[in-house]
């Protein structure tokens, strides 16, 4: 069973809709939860960190973690073709150096 | 410069070649990674270093060989690969265990 597990899509919106990307993970004991969002050609950046269960809105953006079934989600609000991107969902651990454990994305494209 | 900068951006090698990939963070990061990103598959974690020490070799084959000179410069030196290891080569910074990372925009690694 694959550590984290995430649909690779693509999934394909219009404008303006409300997108929700989802992940499952294997391991009660991961504690931070992350999404990152990778252009073409360019490195994943960091777009939404949650620590433990629960929701966490930024803008447009809104991150849930529910611990008890080991569900990760991120939703995107009036979706822009901006937004279009390939979504990834990591988890870590605590500890002293910060490992983080990758789904393999979801490619996004909204359009207009 | 900001952030972390990886060069070169795109490199192509024959399988007897023999090349380095270098990354630079300007962020003041205790720890450095890198990372393989093939299509359709998760980030693979390579190697971590932490403080400048190797902590983690995720059973990389010994083609690869990283370098850590100091906390701002990461390097991965490339000798007689094979053209499986073609991919997005990531090199990533982080400051401590609760804290994302920051990436770098790649190296575009071609093996022919």
């Known amino acids: 069973q694959k550590e984290v597990e995430q649909d690779p899509g693509p999934l394909s919106v219009p404008e303006g809709a409300i997108v929700s990307l989802n992940c499952t993970y294997s391991?009660?004991?991961?504690?931070?939860f992350m999404w990152y969002r990778q252009y073409s050609r360019k490195g994943p950046e960091l777009l939404m960190y949650?620590?433990?269960?629960g929701n966490k809105e930024d803008g447009r953006f809104t991150a849930q973690v529910d611990k008890s079934s080991k569900y990760i989600s991120l939703f995107i609000r009036d979706s822009q073709p901006s937004d279009s991107a390939t979504y990834l969902c990591?988890?870590?651990?605590?500890?002293?150096?910060?490992?983080?454990?990758f789904g393999a994305g979801t490619r996004l494209a909204v359009h207009p | 410069e900001t952030g972390v900068t990886q060069t070169p951006r795109h490199l192509v090698m024959g399988m007897t070649n023999k090349k380095s990939l270098k990354c630079e963070q300007h962020l003041g990061h205790n720890a450095m990674y890198w990372y393989k990103q093939s299509a359709k598959k998760p980030l693979e974690l390579m190697f971590v270093?932490?403080?400048?020490?190797?902590?983690e070799n995720n059973s990389v084959p010994s083609r690869f060989s990283p370098e850590c000179p100091n906390s701002s410069h990461l390097f991965l030196h490339l000798h007689t690969l094979q053209p499986e290891d073609s991919a997005l080569y990531l090199c990533?910074?982080?400051?401590?265990?609760?804290?994302?990372?920051?990436f770098g925009s790649g190296t575009r690694l071609t093996v022919v």
């Open positions: 990533a910074s982080s400051q401590g265990a609760r804290h994302g990372y920051t």
């Open positions: 270093y932490s403080l400048e020490e190797r902590v």
């Open positions: 391991n009660s004991a991961f504690q931070y």
């Open positions: 949650t620590y433990s269960s």
């Open positions: 990591a988890v870590s651990f605590s500890g002293g150096y910060n490992k983080l454990i």
